[in-house]
């Protein structure tokens, strides 16, 4: 902590814009911005996470459609590269990257850190690497989306970001900042401002998340790996992992080796996002498979966000975004699977 801790400014547009002008000199500003018919349908827009320029790229008024985990875990990112017997590692981007996001994927950035750096005691290099530069931005969310239920797993809210942000519809915008580095790219003569970002206290979609003890029990009894409850996703889902891919606490991952026709003894190693929804993930040499029904898979996936990781880390994995409802095509809703479970324990079925 220093001097500098908690200082709040009122910036007008116009300094706003200065203000964003002086972090470019030092930092990549990664934040949600809108992509046009980009969207699921022709006429609907995509809002993702990329680098931006000025305050206006940035997307505050709705919830992006994909989480920016991306910037510590890219979807595609090559590992090295291969020339004969001899390989190098590809060039990085080592400046500071300033991440604009909310409490909930500060939370989930969270579970990545426990997964890539905490898990079994080794740290993956390739995540740590990029984890070192990456620095928090509080985009302040007063009240919860329609499909969000972050009050419900206990990610509404952080202190684990070094400036937030409340941004008015004329584009100016309050700053709370809380390290000497920032303070020091405030334009000179801005107002000082009472602001303190607050957090949702009330979820678009609450859960009832079951306790660990009765997920333990019903774990012990086969029934419940079979009861019919996971019949109806094994109808409904279709296994395109946009569920797993929009979610910033799902880590899996694969890896392959890419060689070219022109030179096979040239190629590269990358590490491709993977996930339990979807075909082969669970292939293995010999030709087995596990989890060949879809419901199979929505249980897996289930039991991993709100009691696998729970009982081993000690919090919820899932943060409650709703991004997986929001961009499943089938209108499948997580939030009704775990309510669902939950009601499915109580009744003892």
Known sequence: MNAFDNMAF???????????????????????????????????????????????????????????????????QSLFQFVN????????DDRPLLVFLRACDINGMDRLDTIFLENGGVRDPYYDRLRGNVHFALLECQQSFDTCFCVSMGTNATDNYEMALRIH???????????????????????????????????????????????????????????????DYSQRCIACGRCNFSCPTCSCFTTLDAAYDENPQFGERR??????????????????????????????KTMHKIYDYQRRFGKQMCVGCGRCDDRCPEYISFSTCINTVSRTLKEGR
């Open 85 to 92: 017997d001899a390989w190098i590692e590809p060039a990085t």
């Open 271 to 300: 590490r491709v996002w993977a996930g339990c929804h979807v075909d082969k993930f669970t292939d293995m040499a010999g030709g087995h498979q596990f989890r060949k029904q879809n419901g199979a898979r929505m249980r897996f």
């Open 169 to 231: 519809e004329d584009g100016a915008a309050d700053v709370l900042i809380r390290s000497d580095d920032l303070r020091q790219r405030i334009p000179a003569g801005a107002a000082a401002s009472a602001f303190a970002p607050t957090f949702p206290t009330r979820d678009g979609s609450p859960v009832n998340v079951p306790p660990l003890d009765a997920l333990t029990d019903a774990i012990r009894d086969d029934d419940f790996f079979d009861h019919p409850l996971w019949d």
């Open 10 to 76: 009122h910036l007008t547009a116009e300094r706003f814009g200065e203000f964003f002008e002086a972090l470019r000199q030092t930092f990549r500003l990664y934040a949600p911005t809108r992509f046009e018919k980009r969207g699921r349908f022709s006429d609907t827009d995509s809002i993702r996470y990329a680098d931006i320029q000025t305050p206006d790229a940035l997307e505050w008024r709705e919830k992006s459609h994909f989480s920016p985990k991306e910037a510590v875990f890219p979807a595609n």
